[in-house]
Structure formats: structure tokens, C-alpha cells
């Protein structure tokens, strides 16, 4: 969220004390709603999540929120594309005494979360999806392939504000949206629902699915979401 009401949660709520790296110009700390941070953090608990995969770090604010629902001996990996964004997270992790269980790890997402898969990494218990959003459909593959049955995958800001429900669009954001929203219904090896919020962001939503198998997507899956 880009509003000061963030910059002071992030400060208070999350780390604990202020953060100078959150003053330098142009560094934001999230686009995760207050809301959002607390209802991860229960969704987190809910499934006893002891591994976290996190696409998409920004200031790391869902970060923190995610991180403080894992034992002392649980591991979350959070990937972000621009250096200087996980420099500004880093610290804010350190400042909320949470360091040592989180790695924020740069490089493009889809690159990462292949090499994660060629070198054999454990699946996740939960993964939550906050990054690039024409690219949220082949995230939400390559989660799937890092998952197991009864990995949590939450994606955000999959309604934006009511746009995906209108057909055509010339926002990537929003055909990228609708790419993944069709993806999800579509495919066998989730159960998924969507929920609308409205909050300091206006109107958006969530999407939660829970893995019921994995592996990769069928071809016909694919034909499917072409037409």
C-alpha cells in the first residue's frame, strides 16, 4: 500500500522501530494492504506452515507478516527482481529480529523458481504470489510444481476493482489477471475461490487455492485457456 498509514505500520507494527531505508526516495515498503499483512499471517498459522515461498518482496512487509507465523526452525525464501528493493527489505527483516529465517533471494521470479525445481527443492507448505501480474499464471505453474497436496497458494490483487469481471482490456495488468483467474478455475490440480475486499486500496480481492495434485499443466489445459 502506498500511503503513509504503511510507512508507520511497517515501521511500528512490523519491525518494531523505524527503519532509515525507508525514507530513501522512491523505496516503497509495500503493496500489501494492513488487512492483507494480518490475514496472511493467520492463513499462515492456519496451515502450519513451516516453508513459505513469497513471489514478489518490494519492502518486504508481507514478508515480516508471513516470517512471524513459522516456528523457530521454519524457512521462508522471497524473491525479487530489483536489488534495490530487496536491500530496503533486508533491513526491514533484521529490524524485526527475523533475519535468520528469511532469505531474500534476487533474480527474476520464473528464472529462480526453475532452478528451484532443476536442483530438487523440498515443496512448500505455502506460497504467496505479489509480483509481476501479466506474469501470475505461469508463477502460479511453477508454484505448482514446487507444491504438494495441501500447499496453500494465495495470490493478491486478482479483481482490481472490478475490471477482470469486464471482458476485453487494454491494462496488462488486467489481461494478465484474467489469464491467471481462468487458469485457476480451470485447473484440476487446484480448489480455489476468490474473495473480494474493500479497504484504503479500494476494491480487489484475493485468490486462495489449495493443491490437490502437481506436477505440470497438461497440454490440453493449455488449448483450453487459448480459446
Known amino acids: ?44 498459522l492456519a496451515c502450519s506452515a513451516r516453508s513459505i515461498l513469497e513471489i514478489g518482496t518490494l519492502g518486504g512487509y508481507s514478508t515480516i507478516w508471513l516470517a512471524r507465523a513459522l516456528p523457530v526452525d521454519g524457512r521462508l525464501l522471497s524473491l525479487e527482481v530489483e536489488p534495490r528493493h530487496a536491500a530496503v527489505a533486508r533491513e526491514n527483516l533484521a529490524h524485526a529480529g527475523l533475519g535468520d529465517r528469511v532469505e531474500v533471494r534476487v533474480g527474476a521470479a520464473l528464472g529462480v523458481l526453475k532452478d528451484l525445481r532443476d536442483n530438487g527443492a523440498d515443496p512448500y507448505d505455502m506460497v504467496f504470489i505479489d509480483a509481476d501480474k501479466p506474469a501470475y499464471t505461469e508463477h502460479l505453474d511453477a508454484a505448482l510444481q514446487l507444491s504438494r497436496p495441501g500447499t496453500l497458494i494465495v495470490a493478491d490483487n486478482v479483481v482490481r476493482g472490478g475490471k477482470v469481471t469486464l471482458g476485453a482490456a487494454d491494462d496488462e495488468a488486467v489481461v494478465g489477471i484474467q489469464r491467471f483467474n481462468a487458469a485457476l478455475a480451470a485447473d484440476p490440480r487446484v480448489t480455489a475461490a476468490v474473495i473480494q475486499q ?24 493449455d488449448e483450453a485457456l487459448r480459446r
Not at 512490523?14 to 531505508?21: E, L
Open 198 to 221: 474493500v479497504g484504503v486500496k479500494g476494491h480487489d480481492g484475493m485468490a486462495i487455492a489449495v493443491v490437490r495434485a502437481t506436477g505440470p499443466r497438461k497440454r490440453g489445459q
Open 1 to 44: 500500500m502506498r500511503t503513509s498509514s504503511t510507512f508507520s505500520a511497517v515501521r511500528t507494527t512490523c519491525c518494531g522501530r523505524r527503519s532509515n531505508a525507508l525514507r530513501q526516495p522512491g523505496c516503497l515498503p509495500s503493496t500489501c494492504r494492513p488487512s492483507l499483512g494480518r490475514f496472511l499471517h493467520v492463513l499462515a
